[in-house]
């Protein structure tokens, strides 16, 4: 598999950020994703939490109108003879 970009990287964390939060998110959060986020080698500087923000805002946006995925299906049992 390869590895992936810094921007692969940090848009996941985004992606991943704003689905377990279910699109709502207080400052506490944003700072511990924040925090996360340095640790990967963005700086916590205010141009990047002002684009880390936008980058936020939009994923909410699409999470809010896209529709959920479907439940996993269960395999089916396996009938004993």
């Known amino acids: 598999m390869a590895t992936k970009s810094g921007l692969e990287k940090l848009l996941g964390m985004a992606g991943e950020f704003v689905v377990k939060q ?12 924040v925090e996360k986020v340095s640790m990967n080698g ?4 205010d141009e ?12 909410k946006y699409f999470y809010q109108i896209l ?11 396996k009938k004993k003879a």
């Open 67 to 77: 529709p959920a995925p479907p439940p996993m299906k269960r395999a089916a049992a």
């Open 22 to 33: 279910h699109g709502d998110w207080n400052h506490a959060d944003w700072e511990g994703l």
């Open 48 to 59: 990047s939490k002002r684009n880390l923000g936008n980058i936020l805002e939009a994923s």
């Open 42 to 45: 963005v700086a916590a500087d």
